[in-house]
């Protein structure tokens, strides 16, 4: 089992800046690739950004050149660094981790893997 743990949600104003982290613990040596979903009021949950464990990245149209994703595999962890915020950001953020062997792609595709709580981002205009 692996457990994930979010930090950094919050209040924003358009244009701002916010920094998710996330803190895997328990089985982690079996984590491959990691990602950024999220979901708004009245919306489907999508991947925003993932990250494999070799550090390749890849985003969601709408985050790109914006949104940054990194893992600190020592350590653990996930961060999202998230600029140039909209208000069309607003959603809940959850941390995800895959087994290995699962893709990005597949990550687009479909849900699945170990879940954070998730935390509540809110940009206003």
């Known amino acids: 089992q692996v457990q994930l743990v979010e930090s950094g949600g919050g209040l924003v104003q358009a244009g701002g800046s916010l920094k998710l982290s996330c803190a895997a613990s328990g089985s982690v040596s079996s984590i491959g690739a990691m990602g950024w979903y999220r979901q708004a009021p009245g919306k489907q949950r999508e991947l925003v950004a993932a990250v494999t464990t070799g550090g390749t990245t890849d985003y969601t149209d709408s985050v790109m050149h914006r949104f940054t994703i990194s893992r600190h595999n020592a350590r653990n962890t996930l961060d999202l660094q998230m600029d140039s915020l909209k208000p069309e950001d607003t959603a809940v953020y959850y941390c995800?981790?895959?087994?290995?062997?699962?893709?990005?792609?597949?990550?687009?595709?479909?849900?699945?893997?170990?879940w954070g709580q998730g935390t509540q981002v809110t940009v206003s205009s």
């Open positions: 995800n981790a895959r087994a290995r062997g699962i893709t990005i792609a597949t990550m687009f595709r479909r849900e699945g893997g170990y």
